[in-house]
């Protein structure tokens, strides 16, 4: 299991990587393990601003759907093209070419309410 210190993550198994203004949401390598083979992203917010824990989308495994659900709030620049063809990346590579949304956070602060690394291992190892 990965769990990278550059991010932040929140009790849905959803990453944050600030870069600047904008920031990359994704799931977590743990959650993509769980789900099993994702064969499907849904995200129809693009252009939206989305409140923190609210839902931007669902996820499609082959024996489930869940839904994904904002680590902040932001507003929705764009969705990964990618995953259009290849939702899989999504396995593959969950903190990297699997990334779901590009944001603009919209209260900067809600960052300091997630789990940094060592508390999200933890989190899932209970």
Do not use: C
């Not at 083979?37 to 129809?44: H, P, Q, S």
């Not at 764009?78 to 259009?84: C, G, Q």
């Amino acid at each position: 299991m990965n769990f990278p210190e550059n991010l932040k993550y929140t009790n849905d198994h959803e990453w944050i990587r600030v870069e600047g203004e904008n920031a990359y949401i994704g799931i977590t390598d743990y959650a993509q393990d769980q789900l099993g083979e994702i064969v499907f992203v849904d995200v129809a917010t693009v252009g939206e601003t989305i409140a923190q824990n609210e839902v931007f989308g669902s996820i499609e495994a082959v024996k489930t759907v869940s839904d994904l659900l904002m680590p902040v709030s932001a507003k929705v620049l764009e969705l990964n093209a990618d995953l259009e063809d290849q939702p899989e990346l999504v396995n593959s590579d969950p903190y990297g070419k699997g990334w779901i949304l590009k944001v603009a956070v919209t209260d900067a602060s809600q960052l300091n309410s997630l789990m940094d690394a060592a508390k999200y291992k933890s989190f899932v190892a209970a």
